[in-house]
Structure formats: C-alpha cells, structure tokens
C-alpha cells in the first residue's frame, strides 16, 4: 500500500508576519515622519528665539532699571520696579508723539497702499518691455538700503544744493532757491513721507501685480458679455480676488512704517525741536541721547503694546469684514 503525501511548493514561501503591537500603534517610519516638519522648523525657531526673544526680554528687564551711565560704569543693578512705565505714561510728551507716530502712519500707508495699487494695476496693462523695465526700476528701489536711500534724499533736499529747490528755481519758484527743507515740522514730515512712500510703493504694487495674475481671464470675459465697463469689471472681478493681498499688505505696512527709525533720525535726528520725533526715535534719544537707558527701554516695550493693540484692531476689523461677506 502506497500513500502519496502533498509535496510542499518549490517556489519561495509567503511569509505573513503579524504585528504583535496591535491595529492602533503606530510604525516607528510614520513617526519619523510626523516630527519631520517640527525638525525642520526647528532651525528657523531656534534663530527667532536667539535673535529676537532673548533682545526682547533683555529691554523688558532693562524697564524696570534705573540704569544711567554711573550705574553702568559701576556695573551696579538698581531696579526701580515700574516707576519708568509710570514716568513716561504720565508725561505729555509720551502722549503727543504716540498720537504723531499714530497719525504720521495713517498718512504713509493710506498714500502707499493707494499709489502702490495704481502701480500694481499699471503693471497688469503694460506690455511685456514696459513691465519688465518697471518692474526692475521698482526691484532697484526695493532694494536700496534705507540709509543709502536716506542720503539720497538729504542730497536732493539739500537748502544750497539740493536738485529739488534748483528745480523749483528753474521753474519760477525763485523763493524756493535757498529753501530748508528740516527748518519746520511739517516740511521735514513731507520730506521722510516722500522717501518712505517712495520706499514702499515697489512692495506694494509687486504683490498686487503678482496677485492680478491668479484671476481667471474668464471672469472678465462673462463679465464683458454682461455688459460691465472697465469700472464695473474692477469692482466685481478684480477687487475681491485683490482684497486679500490688499489685507495682509496694509498689516505688513503698518508694522514697517510704524516702526520707521532710520528715516526719521537720519533725515533731521528729531528735529527741528524735537516735533518730528516718532515713538521708536522718542525712545532712541531718551535712551540713547538722554542715558537714560531704562526710560527708552520702558518707551521701547510701551512702542511695542502699541503696535500689538494697533495691529490686533485692524485684524479684527479684516476678519469681521471677511464674516460679513459669507
């Protein structure tokens, strides 16, 4: 009697191993993987931190110091609690440049944002060469430094031999020949309003420009067939594909004006009598210029709160606009 038995199979075997961690654990790969983007951003984390956190609470801890040049000299620690908060909340001055800086920021952005616009809504008209040519003059003006830029613009305003009051001269202004641009508030404000408009246009109008390519050409054509005008067609099609980028550069804007430094200083250091000092220069020559260091500390993280509480009421107007429109 013969009993055939079933050959086990030749090829090679399938092996099936079980996980024995269960359905819900999770493999040590995708782990990796989920702390992959929390690694990467670690470098950039790690930079703010070193470069912006530890300045930061360096000045907080300055506010509270009653710090002059003989206790720096002495290296002597004096604290004072809040009575440089209480100084400077207390004093007109405080005040009047807060409402300057607050006013002299409206003025730049709503000019930067307007101009910046009319540039960016050209670009999207130019032809090919002319938009290039544009856009690397906008790109070159972008790019200059601030204080190169500033000197600049000394130069062009000089009183003796500024290009401006020549000019204005040449023009019929005779009385404009000898002109000092930084003698008056207001001349000087028009002055650094000029170059920091000038400054912030390119920004501006590349970031509506860049944003006009995103909208469909097909929207202007069944608004066309509609029978919209250019004017009618702006309102309808371009502008709320552009009110978004119009949101977030007004908010970049007035961080960026809001905290224009080296313009105001360089053009007249203040001046004249101090009636051009914005908050960040107010704490400058407090600090710096009176060695004070404590009071333009506490000016410092006071010019802080300011722009926070400025910034958080424009965001909470933008995002009740946005629940207004769904």
């Given at each position: 009697?013969?009993v055939?038995?079933?050959r086990?199979p030749?090829g090679?075997?399938?092996?099936?191993k079980?996980?024995q961690?269960?359905?819900g654990?999770?493999r040590?790969?995708?782990?990796?993987?989920?702390?992959a983007?929390?690694l990467?951003?670690?470098?950039?984390?790690a930079?703010?931190?070193?470069?912006?956190?530890w300045?930061l609470?360096?000045?907080?801890?300055?506010?509270?110091?009653?710090l002059?040049?003989?206790?720096?000299?002495?290296?002597v620690?004096?604290?004072?609690?809040?009575?440089?908060?209480?100084?400077?909340?207390?004093?007109?001055?405080?005040?009047?440049v807060?409402?300057?800086?607050i006013?002299?920021?409206a003025?730049n952005?709503?000019l930067t944002m307007?101009?910046?616009?009319?540039?960016?809504?050209?670009l999207?008209?130019?032809g090919?060469?002319?938009?290039?040519t544009?856009?690397?003059?906008?790109?070159?003006?972008?790019?200059?430094?601030v204080?190169a830029?500033?000197?600049?613009?000394?130069w062009?305003?000089?009183q003796?031999?500024?290009v401006?009051?020549?000019?204005?001269?040449?023009?019929g202004?005779?009385s404009?020949?000898d002109?000092?641009?930084?003698?008056?508030?207001?001349?000087?404000?028009?002055?650094?309003t000029?170059?920091?408009?000038?400054?912030s246009?390119?920004?501006?109008?590349?970031?509506?420009?860049?944003a006009t390519?995103?909208?469909p050409?097909e929207?202007?054509?069944a608004?066309?067939?509609?029978?919209?005008g250019?004017w009618?067609?702006?309102?309808?099609?371009?502008l709320?594909?552009?009110?978004?980028?119009?949101?977030?550069?007004t908010?970049?804007e007035?961080?960026?004006i809001?905290k224009?430094?080296?313009?105001?200083?360089?053009?007249?250091?203040g001046?004249?009598?101090?009636?051009?000092e914005?908050?960040?220069?107010?704490?400058y020559i407090e600090g710096?210029?009176n060695?004070?260091?404590?009071?333009?500390?506490?000016i410092a993280?006071?010019?802080i709160?300011?722009?926070?509480?400025?910034?958080?009421?424009?965001?909470?107007i933008?995002?009740k606009?946005?629940?207004?429109?769904?």
């Amino acid at each position: 009697m013969t009993v055939q038995t079933e050959r086990p199979p030749s090829g090679p075997v399938d092996v099936t191993k079980v996980d024995q961690r269960g359905p819900g654990a999770q493999r040590p790969a995708s782990r990796a993987g989920a702390l992959a983007p929390y690694l990467l951003l670690l470098p950039a984390c790690a930079a703010t931190v070193l470069l912006l956190g530890w300045p930061l609470l360096k000045d907080l801890l300055l506010s509270f110091q009653n710090l002059n040049m003989g206790q720096l000299i002495q290296h002597v620690t004096e604290w004072n609690g809040i009575d440089n908060y209480k100084q400077a909340l207390t004093g007109e001055d405080f005040w009047r440049v807060t409402g300057r800086s607050i006013l002299f920021t409206a003025v730049n952005v709503v000019l930067t944002m307007l101009l910046g616009a009319l540039v960016g809504l050209l670009l999207a008209r130019l032809g090919k060469r002319m938009r290039v040519t544009l856009l690397i003059g906008l790109v070159l003006a972008w790019a200059m430094p601030v204080v190169a830029a500033t000197t600049v613009y000394q130069w062009l305003f000089a009183q003796r031999f500024g290009v401006v009051n020549w000019v204005l001269d040449k023009l019929g202004w005779h009385s404009m020949a000898d002109y000092s641009w930084t003698s008056s508030q207001l001349s000087t404000f028009f002055v650094v309003t000029v170059l920091i408009v000038w400054q912030s246009i390119p920004f501006v109008a590349i970031n509506l420009y860049a944003a006009t390519t995103t909208i469909p050409g097909e929207l202007y054509e069944a608004a066309a067939l509609d029978g919209a005008g250019a004017w009618k067609s702006f309102t309808t099609v371009t502008l709320p594909f552009l009110r978004p980028f119009l949101y977030a550069t007004t908010f970049l804007e007035v961080i960026w004006i809001f905290k224009a430094f080296v313009q105001v200083f360089t053009i007249n250091g203040g001046g004249p009598d101090r009636l051009t000092e914005i908050l960040p220069v107010y704490a400058y020559i407090e600090g710096v210029g009176n060695q004070h260091y404590g009071m333009g500390a506490a000016i410092a993280v006071l010019t802080i709160l300011i722009l926070l509480v400025i910034t958080a009421y424009y965001l909470r107007i933008v995002l009740k606009q946005e629940e207004d429109e769904l």
